[in-house]
């Protein structure tokens, strides 16, 4: 009582407007967390639903099950038929994609930025170009061009394509974390007689490391998430990778949607354990560079 | 490095006159240069078969005139191609707004405002064609969970979204916004963070708080992130397949396509690859001198993208 007369009436108001601000701030937080999560409470809501159920307007799980997920663990559906052999094929398709890129992005980038090649900056400018290009602009092409390759149906076209538009972003980013790796470091090995390929190897790696799994996280993350390239480049079921299982539950009639969402959230937990594990270093690319999905 | 260069290039900057002057002073030998050309001998091999190529081989395919008067006699590419102007207007725009105010709410680094960008970036890091599939589900007939919480919480039966053709159109743009948003967010969270502190200071001790700071401070620094960022998004939203063919598909009757997804279905389900190539190919008059605005921007700005 005798606290709230001594306090100055000035300092009320003010105590006022921040206790609204803190209210509208909290609540635009709960807006927030909610647009983003929707979606993805959908997936969960979906797969949870027995077949037949999933469209019934409710909008909690009523009788929650695991049927999808079984069937999926089990590949008990002829939709998921070799379901985790095809996993097992996104896998692969991630994988190469994410070791060639960093193989051949970092000696572009190596030679881009430390070793004196006429011309070598047109190499910088084709790498930009091809990063800004939107690629599906190139799908139909690159599908007729994969034909004449003998390529088609392949994993390896899939994994020629993402790893042609990770490796711009690649070398783009290297080049610019390698301006932090003092020169001299390069010349004094020189001077002692290593070679190019040593100097490569032994100093400009190691010491590359964090940017190198920044890029590498980043090339994996695109082809893991893209859909156009394995839709039109994979036919057979052989070479199917994720991607192309959930392609099949559209062209089905009667596809089981809980089935379909049991997938989606499989599909998903790999690049959100990386999200999370790996945040620091994906953001610090990020914060140099742009990701294209 | 001067602070300006550091505020405008996130962090580290490219000025490109370093880009272009050779690092390495020590003379090189001949040995050195088979070393670099045979570094280079992988990304030249991958950029001319997997880019170069298809590049020159689409050019070709969408050569003839022809096309293009077939394409105009489609009344549905005049809609694919209002569609896509509005998709891209729209929905970068939007982001790119958005995710300048909504880097200013998480620049204040509480607890939770830390734990909800954490929570926020999930979209960034989902499978776009995973997600679609998902907001697709959201929408599609009265018993989608948008409909059922519209009916839960009004009691009135909501829209059919995919049945009408501005509301799917809308769907797809917000689908767009809600994937990207988290990405260009953090894009401006790093832009902020690199606006060094004493700039805000002299700002504050010449009377520049609140939102004259906003006004006069922060927009001006970021205006050339903000413009390559938007010419960037503009790029890549014009060739954005996933969202459109997986959010709507084309519902209502093929009304709501976008380039990218009208150019594959006519290449892939209707055997008509060359007016697929075409209808993509209609977009160069926009793309090419957005692409040489932007390398421009770039080189000026010195900005690593």
Redo the contacts between chains.
Sequence with gaps: MSMALTAPLTRLPRFRRGLVSRVASATFGIVLLIWTLLPVYNMLLVALDEDGDEFTGAIWPGNANLDGFAALWNEDSFLLEHFWYRFGNSIKMGLATMVLTVLIGSLASFVLGRMRLRGSRVIGDLALVTYVLPTAFLAIPFVHIMHKYGLIDSLWSVIASQVAFATPYAILILHQYGKLIPLELDESAKVDGATPWQVYRRIYVPLMAPALVAVGVYALLLAWNEYLYQYLLVLSMDSATVAVVINQFFNSDEAPWNYMMAIAIVYSLPPIAIYFALRRFMIAGLAIGGVKG | MSSTKHALG???S?PLD???R???????QGS??V???A??V???G??V???A???V??LW?GHDPTLYGLLMSDPRFADTAINTLVFVAIGVNVTMFGALLLSG?FMRRTW??RL?L??????????????F???H??L??????L???I??VTGEDGPLFLVSTPIAMASNIVAYI???L??WT??FV?GRMAIPQDIYEAADIDGATGHKRLIYVTFPLLASVYLI?TL?DT??T?????TV?FVSSGAPARTTEVL?TY??RE??DFAR?YL??AA??S?LPI?IPV?LL??RR?RAAGV??
């Design positions: 996130f962090g580290r490219l370093e880009w272009r050779p690092s390495w002073r020590i003379h090189q050195d240069t070393w670099a050309l570094f280079l992988p990304y030249v991958v950029f078969a997997f880019v190529y298809p590049v081989f689409g395919m709410f939770w405002r909800l954490a929570v926020f970036l999930i979209p960034w890091a989902l499978p776009g064609f995973v997600v599939t998902s907001i589900f959201m599609v007939t009265q018993w989608g969970l409909d059922s919480l009916r839960a809600w994937k990207w988290p990405f953090l894009i790093a960022c960037l790029v890549w014009l060739g954005d397949f996933p063919y990218a150019g594959v290449a892939f690859p697929g190539v993509m190919m977009a793309l692409v932007l390398m770039v690593q993208l």
